[in-house]
């Protein structure tokens, strides 16, 4: 081998181990970085499935709360509808009463409601052509400080009456009875019913 050839080849072998030690480290690098995105990975992983068990269990309580308010009005509906049927019931048995007792009934309220000074009572064409005989002196009776004499005129009103002093109307039908009382009587329904 000639000089020339030893200087070719020791540039050759120094270049060849250059490139060897270049190769070893960038594969060192290229492993380091490999486990340095598998680790990020991991941790990205664990926190997407943080993230998503998080969203999961948010989704599941949201739709649990939704599902319970639901249930809720449901059953605050149902309440609500029984108490209306109770009420309308309640009232429409008044309209029901044999004559006798739902004019005890009148004469009980009127004695409740009447002014004491002189007025009319007026009634529905219905209650009007069935008043008992002797009606106006029971009235009479149960009417303190004023009296009331019946008119012949009527209201349209399904029951109770309507008293008038002085052309002012004082509305004691029972469904305005029960339409001014409704909040105390679905209170007193509730209670009986749901307590």
């Known amino acids: 081998m000639t000089g020339l050839e030893k200087i ?4 050759h072998d120094e270049a060849q181990q250059k490139a060897d030690e270049v190769i070893a480290q960038a594969k060192t690098e290229a492993a380091q970085i490999v486990e340095n995105a598998k680790a990020e990975a991991k941790i990205q992983c664990g926190y997407i499935d943080e993230q998503s068990e998080t969203a999961v269990q948010n989704y599941i309580a949201s739709t649990k709360s939704a599902a319970d308010l639901a249930r809720r009005r449901a059953i605050l509906t ?13 009232q429409q048995s008044i ?4 004559d006798a007792d739902y004019f005890a009934l009148i004469l009980k309220m009127a004695g409740k409601f009447a ?6 009572i007026l009634f ?4 009007l052509a069935r008043l008992p005989a002797g009606f106006a002196e029971s009235l009479g009776k149960v009417i303190s400080g004023g009296k ?8 349209d009103i399904d029951g ?8 002012i109307e004082e509305n004691c039908s ?18 009986l019913l749901f307590a």
């Not at 309209?95 to 044999?98: A, C, D, G, K, Q």
């Not at 109770?160 to 052309?167: C, W």
């Not at 029972?174 to 209670?191: G, S, T």
């Open 78 to 90: 149902a309440k609500q509808e029984i108490i209306g049927a109770a009420i309308a019931d309640a």
């Open 174 to 191: 029972i469904e305005a009875l029960f339409y001014a009382a409704r909040e105390d009587l679905q209170d007193k329904v509730q209670e």
């Open 95 to 98: 309209y029901s009463l044999p």
């Open 115 to 120: 002014l004491a000074q002189d007025g009319e």
């Open 124 to 127: 529905s064409p219905r209650d």
């Open 160 to 167: 109770g009456f309507v008293l008038v002093y002085g052309g």
């Open 8 to 11: 070719l080849k020791q540039i």
């Open 148 to 155: 009331l004499t019946i008119s012949k005129e009527t209201r």
